[in-house]
């Protein structure tokens, strides 16, 4: 079996027209198809599915630092952050990190899955570890 890629994210949520409403405006997410219990949208060519599921508890998990990270723009950074405190949108305190790791902004969902905008890329990061983390082993 060979991975051709990535199909899809699926996210159980506790109320689909809440969350509709979030991945609209958080990610400009184009809704292509709902149902009574469904959703799928258009990000930026991945496919985002929403099954409503309102029999299960929510707990946001505090200490894990399990997420899904999205790139944005380093000059999109300030507007992103305040659209997010303009929505009222749940913001995370983020883990301390030197500059040259770039920014990121955590936060989540109404139903607590985890997202980053971060303005850097794998080569940025991979690039900061081989100056500052010596003990970091390298095979590539």
């Known amino acids: 079996m060979t991975i051709k890629g990535l199909s899809h994210f699926l996210f159980s949520v506790s109320d689909l027209e809440n969350s509709i409403n979030f991945y609209q405006n958080v990610f400009n997410a184009q809704l292509l198809m709902r149902g009574n219990s ?15 599921e309102k029999a299960i508890p929510r707990n946001e998990i505090k200490e894990s630092y399990t997420h899904i990270a999205f790139s944005i723009d380093e ?3 300030e ?62």
Request: charged share 30%; net charge negative.
């Open 75 to 77: 000059a999109e950074f």
């Open 79 to 140: 507007h992103t952050y305040e659209k997010l405190m303009g929505m009222n949108i749940n913001i995370l305190q983020g883990r301390a990190r030197d500059e040259k790791d770039k920014k990121s902004i955590y936060f989540t969902d109404p139903d607590g899955h985890k997202f980053e905008f971060h303005t850097g890329t794998l080569e940025d990061r991979m690039n900061y570890y081989k100056q500052e983390k010596n003990h970091m082993i390298f095979f590539k």
């Open 38 to 52: 469904t959703a799928y949208f258009d990000l930026q060519g991945m496919w985002l599915a929403l099954n409503e």
